[in-house]
């Protein structure tokens, strides 16, 4: 199994989505997915999936180092930072 490497480049905040969805058909309650999609310094348009906590924390024109390895942020800037317990 090939192991992702971590990614480091520049880039902007362009935009924050909440998207409604139901986890399981049936489900009362449906549950938001925060995401947030990105553009670096050469144009590439990168997105991620993130908690609301992550979401919360940022806003959109917000350019710094983003962080990344596969489909999963590590960081970006100083506001979102790589925690682990």
Known sequence: MK???QISVEATL???RV???NAVEGLENPMNMYELDFETAD?????F???IFEYQN???GMKGVLVYKG???VSFGKWIKDFKM
């Open 14 to 16: 362009v935009n924050k």
């Open 49 to 51: 999936e993130v908690s």
């Open 58 to 60: 940022v806003e959109r």
């Open 71 to 73: 489909y999963d942020i």
């Open 3 to 5: 192991k992702e490497q």
């Open 43 to 47: 144009g590439q348009a990168l997105s």
């Open 19 to 21: 998207t409604v969805y």
